[in-house]
């Protein structure tokens, strides 16, 4: 699969000095295109305080319709009716917001997340699923990760082949009730979407300094926390494994995107792999 990496969604918060971003992928499948996760869209960039709420202002989002997934798309030369899925990691609102710009399209998530999304409970739940994100009645297609395939020790994992062979959805509960992460096949090498299963890679790496306020925010909403951090070890174990056929990324930090985007550029320099 032919992967573009979009920032969908530039975001200021105090006490992160590099920003944080909405790092979304675009994929071309034989069938269409799909998104993992949504951004921001035009309806928040038109009316943030319905849409996004009150953290709004911890985050500060930029609310740029040039950043918006479906602007991007026809930049890309793309038709965004040629959007047939988009799964997401889990249905904050700088995730979801970009959906209502894709109303045709179907929305993947885990059976657990939907549950949240739909029937929130306590207080962090109902601050972050708010029922303007999903007032344009989004045609859902729920899935337990658990029936599927391992995927490199993953136990509940299931390779999504209605929409493309070679993505794979990983259940990584913690941030939220039903978080997941995204695999995608892209030839040379797989893209492990991590999502917000952290959210700086001082987290994982074992040597940048992750910013306090970025740890704070993270312990703030979690689901649950012990999860949280189980998912931060794994995912430090891949960090370290000596492998190069996987790039690990997440949803927000600005320099995984940029790391991203260098290798597609050197990828693009290098031409097509020999067979």
Known sequence: MKIH???????????????LVCHVLLL????GLALVDSGLGLRDVADPGARFGPSRFFVRPLFDENET??????RLGFDPRDVRD???THFDADHSGGLADFPWARVHLTADEAKAALRP??????GRYLPTQRDHDPAFVLHTPGDGEPWRGFTAAKELTDIAPGLVMIALPGHTRGHAAFAVDAGNRWILH?????YHHGQIDGVAHTPRALTAMERLVAHDRAEVRANHER???LWAAPTSDLLLVNAHDPVLLDRALQLDA??????????
């Open 121 to 126: 409970r306590g207080f962090v739940e109902r």
């Open 86 to 88: 988009i799964v997401l």
């Open 5 to 19: 990496h979009l920032n969908c969604g530039t975001m200021r918060p105090l006490g992160a000095p590099d920003g």
């Open 235 to 237: 995912l430090a174990e």
């Open 28 to 31: 071309e499948t034989d069938t």
């Open 266 to 275: 050197t990828d693009d320099a290098a031409g097509p792999p020999s067979r």
């Open 69 to 74: 997934a479906i602007r991007q798309i026809e």
């Open 194 to 198: 991590a999502g917000d299963a952290f």
